[in-house]
């Protein structure tokens, strides 16, 4: 089957043949002519199997040839979990909508509101947004719900998962009720899935793939490592080749105090999470795209949008809590037909997490032996305790210093080495001459009490 097959325009297929792509994958062989029918739709597949193309195409030739839209309004709603992934979808819409002449933006928080703002006020016929932001800009009156004609869900599954159940439902409670529904998600839980039936208006349903499945094309193995010397077997591995590669860290802090030993020891690498700036977030993914950087570490959330080509590999850290996220993951890696690598670094502490991702997956992970000229303690950064030792120890040698009393007028040299061979002689001193300090004040006082009372 090619896309000629699919009823595009030949405006759109032109896009797509720029694009390099000539045949579609199973998703979006399903889903294009199904949207393009105008019905509702709920598709559940593979992570990296093309599913924003699989409603970025037929999207636009719904929307082409229509009036301009009018200000503060939008014809198309695309809601998306995280900033980049909004961005991604935003650059698939140009990538595909070169040609039809449409007009698009994208609104996510972490960055200033007001340029979002001016571009609604043209008005756009799809907007890429995710729910916080584009309820601030609602509640602003910088765009107006009553000409959406097609709402589109993506990574539905997670959206819930991060709490915007309730963002969502405002949302739609603002919406008109006459539109199209279309819901995309690598996952789907049942309780998504009931969900999806209360928005949805007797949706057509899309499993191209077995819920909660790994693309065959991606080897998976793991190694047994104590977590104290994760990091050392993390380097080695890193510094065998130069393939880019995406490291999953499970918190924010975790992200950043990894990249840093990467870098020492010799390995570029940025990390990339909730915490950093939209500017921090988009530098550091363009130079991983660039190949300035070898590796970009990230937590689950952060990644959710992170699209590139032939990533060779992607390297679980830390294993998720949640099982499902493990798709999410390693789905970074062997995209549109190619091949890759997912290795999971797990410590003993972490057999719980193995089991469950073992059985969601249905898969055993093979293990893999360490190589025996693996030396821990040549890839160990300095231990931080040491390091702290060290700042208290300069602490106290500087209080020493300023705790060294002043030398007498009768001492010497013999005043100064006793006062090294015994410190107990310092407070005694110190406690002295505190006491020939307070006489001073109290005769003055009496001096002066003594002068008055005589007058």
Request: one cysteine or more; charged letters at 25%; glycine letters at 6%.
């Amino acid at each position: 089957m090619s896309f000629d097959s699919l009823g595009l325009s030949e405006t759109l297929l032109l896009a797509v043949k720029q694009t390099g792509y000539t045949q579609p994958t199973p998703i979006q062989a399903q889903s294009i002519p199904t949207i393009l029918t105008g019905k509702d739709l709920m598709a559940a597949a593979q992570t990296g199997t093309g599913k924003t193309a699989g409603f970025t195409l037929p999207l636009l030739q719904l929307l082409g040839g229509k009036p301009p839209v009018n200000s503060n309004r939008c014809r198309a709603l695309v809601l998306t979990p995280t900033r980049e992934l909004a961005a991604q979808v935003q650059e698939s819409i140009q990538t595909y909508g070169k040609n039809e002449g449409l007009r698009s933006t994208v609104v996510f928080g972490g960055v200033n509101i007001n340029p979002q703002m001016k571009a609604l006020r043209r008005g756009v016929d799809v907007l890429v947004a995710t729910p916080g932001r584009l309820l601030d800009l609602f509640q602003q009156n910088a765009i107006q719900f009553t000409d959406i004609e097609v709402l589109i869900l993506d990574e539905a599954d997670r959206m819930l998962d991060m709490g915007f159940i309730r963002d969502i439902r405002k949302i739609l409670s603002k919406l008109p009720r006459q539109r199209q529904n279309l819901m995309f998600s690598a996952t789907f839980s049942d309780e998504i899935r009931k969900l999806a039936k209360t928005i949805c208006t007797k949706p057509i349903e899309i499993d191209v793939a077995p819920r909660n499945s790994t693309v065959d094309a991606i080897i998976q193995k793991l190694y047994h490592v104590t977590k104290e010397n994760k990091a050392a077997l993390l380097s080695y591995l890193l510094g065998k080749s130069n393939d880019q590669t995406l490291v999953f860290s499970r918190t924010k802090h975790g992200a950043n105090k990894l990249a840093k030993q990467l870098n020492k020891a010799n390995i570029t690498a940025a990390a990339i999470h909730g915490n950093k700036s939209q500017n921090q977030r988009t530098l550091a993914l363009a130079n991983f795209k660039q190949n300035k950087v070898q590796v970009l570490v990230a937590t689950d959330i952060a990644a959710r949008g992170i699209d590139i080509d032939l990533l060779a590999q992607v390297i679980n850290f830390d294993l998720p809590h949640v099982a499902e996220d493990y798709v999410h993951r390693i789905g970074r890696t062997g995209r549109a037909g190619a091949s890759g690598v997912a290795i999971s670094l797990v410590s003993p502490d972490e057999k719980k997490q193995l089991r469950a991702i073992e059985r969601l997956i249905k898969f055993t992970i093979t293990e893999e032996d360490i190589d025996s000229d693996f030396i821990p303690s040549a890839h160990k950064p300095a231990p931080e305790p040491k390091q702290k030792q060290g700042n208290r120890t300069a602490k106290s040698s500087k209080q020493n210093r300023r705790r060294k009393p002043k030398p007498s007028s009768s001492g010497g040299k013999e005043d100064s080495g006793q006062s090294k061979k015994n410190h107990s002689v310092k407070p005694k001193q110190k406690v002295k001459h505190r006491t020939n300090k307070t006489e001073k004040p109290s005769s003055v006082w009496n001096q002066n009490f003594k002068s008055k009372t005589s007058k």
